[in-house]
């Protein structure tokens, strides 16, 4: 069935909204778009969401290394535990042990901060990534 799908590049892309502070509308945001270069392949000069098609590092085992150092393996089971139907997207087998549902996360993350300089992250100081861990990333640089 992947076979017949594969029409397709895998890719992930981000909405950011940002409520707008001044305004007396809980509903009014502001939202984050990027313009496409005029020479662009794929839609130019077209306002677009970060995202982008899915690289190599984003299925990366490591990343399981990495999330299991951090103590996130309870955060992964709830993105990756769904009952119920999924789309093809999510059921197709890669080489990678990454589940779909992380490694798109990962490119969707990934592609906004090349994209916009935005990275998408929060700041915990128990939460450090340590030099011997950076350095299993660096043939992904």
Not at 109 to 125: A, D, Q
């Amino acid at each position: 069935m992947a076979k017949i799908l594969k029409h397709w590049r895998d890719a992930a892309t981000v909405i950011v909204a940002a409520r707008n502070a001044k305004s007396l509308n809980n509903f009014d945001y502001r939202l984050l778009t990027i313009r496409r270069h005029g020479k662009s392949n794929f839609m130019p000069n077209t306002y677009v969401f970060p995202g982008g098609t899915v690289d190599k590092a984003d299925f990366a085992n490591e990343w399981l290394d990495l999330f299991a150092e951090n103590g996130l393996k309870t955060a992964l089971n709830s993105i990756i535990n769904i009952a119920g139907n999924r789309p093809p997207l999510f059921r197709t087998q890669r080489d990678s042990k990454v589940p779909n549902e992380v490694g798109l996360r990962i490119c969707a993350i990934r592609e906004t901060f090349e994209e916009s300089g935005v990275l998408l992250v929060t700041r915990s100081e128990e939460r450090r990534v340590g030099k011997e861990c950076r350095s299993r990333w660096s043939p992904y640089h």
